[in-house]
């Protein structure tokens, strides 16, 4: 009785597009939910802000606080705006500039984004991992390695391994509050090596989320990414990320068992990406509660259907999603 008085408690790991669709989704309804995003990106304007400001990159956290906004969408759009032109402004977005400029305001980054959540009136929590930039450095089976994350995928290599450093920072405070107190926490989706095992990878995070009393709940990936997951059943994400934290961590997975359209199947062959075979023999052998059913949602891209995974979160928290929804 006590649990249907209080709002159910979602924490929400990743980064990427995989994360802020994902939020979209969860934000339609009336829940709390925080949400603990990457700070390994050093790419496109992230990259180069981090380099030239010394901050966390912005991107990532910019892209979860528009997707758990509540304002108009006229602003909305100035925050994804991305400037075409201008000398040392081409490429860089609007919100990204912000944030770097409330960081410089307001003296330190995780200060500026409680800033920025209350200009976009945002819906939850948005926390970065750590308080400082880290670098991602992939190890390779030929036994070579390269550092940085946008440089992962285009050495188009097997991965054996990743790491972060440095390798001893710590999560926020807020973060393993949130931890503690979660019904649920959701892994993914998102790239698996440059989004998902970077916040996996932070010292104590891994082990609170272990020792927290919430249902752990893996959203793995509709399609495989070039340069990442070439070839990645469900299970070798799901094993991916076990032998780089040591330990068995969800409970359930959701995997799309939606066939996905031959157009968008030859679309992604050009892009050296397929769907992902959910292997339901091998995730169960781990294991794994596999959750199996439609939730892909296809327009230009093959993505997660918000509204679906979100609605299957509730219903494994045992809540009933159409009394919750806004």
Not at 68 to 80: A, G, Y
Not at 250 to 260: E, K, Q, R, T
Request: aromatic share 8%.
């Amino acid at each position: 009785m006590l649990l249907e008085k209080r709002k159910p408690r979602i924490v929400v790991v990743g980064g990427g597009t995989g994360l802020s669709t994902l939020l979209r989704g969860l934000k339609e309804f009336d829940i709390d939910i925080t949400a603990i995003v990457t700070v390994a990106d050093d790419g496109g304007s992230s990259g180069r802000l981090r380099s030239d400001f010394d901050i966390p990159p912005p991107g990532d956290i910019r892209a979860c606080l528009v997707a758990l906004s509540d304002t108009e969408p006229f602003m909305e759009k100035l925050w994804q705006y991305r400037f075409k032109g201008g000398e040392g402004l081409a490429g860089h977005s609007f919100g990204n500039l912000f944030i770097a400029a409330m960081t410089d305001v307001a003296g330190d980054f995780e200060t500026a984004i409680k800033q920025s959540s209350q200009v976009l009136a945002v819906n939850g929590r948005v926390l970065p991992a750590v308080r400082e930039a880290v670098i991602l450095r992939a190890f390779f089976a030929d036994g070579t390695f390269v550092e940085g994350e946008s440089q992962i995928p285009k050495a188009n290599k097997k991965i054996e391994r990743v790491e972060v450093h440095p390798n001893n920072l710590d999560p926020l405070p807020e973060s393993l509050e949130a931890i503690r107190e979660a019904d649920a926490i959701v892994i993914g989706p998102g790239s698996l090596y440059t989004s998902i095992l970077p916040n996996l990878l932070v010292t104590g995070l891994t082990d609170a989320i272990k020792e927290a009393s919430a249902k752990k709940i893996y959203v793995c990936n509709v399609m495989t990414q070039a340069g990442e997951t070439d070839h990645y059943t469900a299970s070798d994400h799901v094993r991916a990320i076990y032998d780089h934290v040591g330990v068995e961590l969800f409970d359930y997975i959701l995997v799309n068992s939606a066939p996905i359209p031959p157009a968008a199947v030859d679309q992604y062959r050009e892009k050296e990406a397929a769907p992902v075979v959910a292997d339901l023999w091998n995730l169960q052998n781990m294991g794994l509660n596999v959750i199996a059913r439609n939730f892909l949602h296809y327009s230009i891209y093959a993505r997660h259907d918000a509204r679906r995974i979100s609605e299957q979160i509730l219903a494994l928290m045992g809540r009933d999603p159409n009394k919750l929804r806004k």
